[in-house]
T-cell receptor, first 117, second 113 residues
């Protein structure tokens, strides 16, 4: 069965520190997709990144970077030089390629990140 | 701009009353979803629809109902059978394929009077 675990419920760091949000997933499929979303205090979820299971290259986008390791079933998210605007809840999610009417995206429970000024 | 519009932003329900949350998208997406989020919790799937005139129950469908008469619209009714409806409700849409991310509306916060 699909499962996404975000073990860190809440993290607080001081501005300009680096912070890594962990995501561990379980799936029986060989082809799947992983996502990260950001939920700021306003409430809407904002899509950040999608990673395919067959592409293990790490990705960097500005201060954000993602480390995908199939060997450990992890898809961790690092924010470098954090800023107060990064304060939000971050969700990791998994979708399997064998999608039928009963399949759907599975979200982790989220990590609440506080960036302290 | 293309996107998903949820209304109202805040909604209050009296005991025994049904209320309907609106969700409209102009992204030409086939699939639409309703999630419930409780404080400090993740997202729980209520209902989803892959095509017009068809929808499936999610993990917590009891006390809720939906319709999908138009591609653009996926309203959610919170019925009186839902005994604990106070939550934040999020609507999403996607192209319907597993590699496509879901796009979310701004949410509706429902409270009991």
């Amino acid at each position: 069965a699909q499962k996404v675990t975000q073990a860190q419920t809440e993290i607080s760091v001081v501005e300009k520190e680096d912070v890594t949000l962990d995501c561990v997933y379980e799936t029986r499929d060989t082809t799947y997709y992983l996502f990260w979303y950001k939920q700021p205090p306003s409430g809407e979820l904002v899509f950040l990144i999608r990673r395919n299971s067959f592409d293990e290259q790490n990705e960097i986008s500005g201060r954000y970077s993602w480390n995908f390791q199939k060997s450990t079933s992890s898809f961790n998210f690092t924010i470098t030089a954090s800023q107060v605007v990064d304060s939000a809840v971050y969700f990791c999610a998994l979708s399997e390629a064998q999608r039928n009417r009963d399949d759907k995206i599975i979200f982790g429970k989220g990590t609440r990140l506080h960036i302290l000024p | 701009d293309g996107g998903i519009t949820q209304s109202p932003k805040y909604l209050f329900r009296k005991e025994g009353q049904n209320v309907t949350l609106s969700c409209e998208q102009n992204l030409n997406h086939d699939a639409m979803y309703w999630y419930r989020q409780d404080p400090g919790q993740g997202l729980r799937l209520i209902y989803y629809s892959q095509i017009v005139n068809d929808f499936q129950k999610g993990d917590i469908a009891e006390g809720y109902s939906v319709s999908r008469e138009k591609k653009e619209s996926f309203p959610l009714t919170v019925t009186s059978a839902q005994k604990n409806p106070t939550a934040f409700y999020l609507c999403a849409s996607s192209g319907g394929y597993s590699n496509q991310p879901q796009h979310f509306g701004d949410g509706t916060r429902l409270s009991i009077l």
